[in-house]
């Protein structure tokens, strides 16, 4: 266990909707980072969040955007979502240069969109 | 030129072979290199962390680094067919915040 939770773990949705994803790092951990995988493919970085304040940007759709909250934890949000959305979407938190940068993931989440 | 590369494969080796596993990258700032396992449709897991060039080795595994070179390896002795998954290799610079990912080699063993 990683100490990284993902919510929901599995999510069907239809083309034109918007879905919400959402992301506990571990204890302690200010960075957040948002990454896609589609089918067979690599991690595609989306963004990055520290202590509440975005950082990096990735290939991030103008159709999603991010938040980190006082918490910690962060949410995803995806809208006028389209069939090549369908993906794994990981969260994965470090402690983002308070240590050696190793980097934590979830067990993502799997968005299929029909 | 990406900043992190590897051989996707598949690379299928035989149950008990030792694998070799690469990755090259371009960037110098890097300074923490990572190998990280995934198993189908799951988390990347962190499997060896290093930061200095020279060898580093837990149980079957041998991360190895040679930042002359830019080149990062991951040997895995005694291979099993629970080693078959996808390996990543992951760079970081020194603020320990700008994370790479090579695409992964996909490992098979065969029993």
């Known amino acids: 266990d990683s100490g990284v939770t993902q919510t929901p773990k599995h999510l069907i949705t239809a083309t034109g909707q918007r879905v919400t994803l959402r992301c506990s790092p571990r204890s302690g951990d200010l960075s957040v980072y948002w990454y896609q995988q589609s089918l067979d493919q690599g991690l595609q970085f989306l963004i990055h969040y520290y202590n509440g304040e975005e950082r990096a940007k990735g290939n991030i759709l103008e159709r999603f955007s991010a938040q980190q909250f006082p918490d910690l934890h962060s949410e995803l949000n995806l809208s006028s979502l389209e069939l090549g959305d369908s993906a794994l979407y990981f969260c994965?938190?470090?402690?983002?240069?308070?240590?050696?940068?190793?980097?934590?993931f979830g067990e993502g989440s799997r968005l299929t969109v029909l | 030129q990406k900043e992190v590369e590897q051989d996707p494969g598949p690379l299928s080796v035989p149950e008990g072979a030792i694998v070799s596993l690469n990755c090259t990258y371009s960037?110098?700032?890097?300074?923490?290199f990572m190998w990280y396992r995934q198993y189908s449709r799951k988390g990347p897991e962190l499997l060896m962390y290093t930061y200095s060039s020279g060898n580093k080795e837990d149980g079957r595994f041998t991360a190895q680094v040679d930042k002359s070179s830019k080149y990062i390896s991951l040997f895995i002795r005694d291979s099993q067919p629970s080693d078959s998954a996808t390996y990543l290799c992951a760079n970081v610079d020194n603020y320990g915040q700008n994370f790479v990912f090579g695409p992964g080699t996909r490992l098979s063993v065969l029993p």
């Open positions: 960037n110098s700032a890097f300074q923490y």
């Open positions: 994965a938190s470090s402690g983002g240069g308070r240590d050696t940068g190793e980097l934590f």
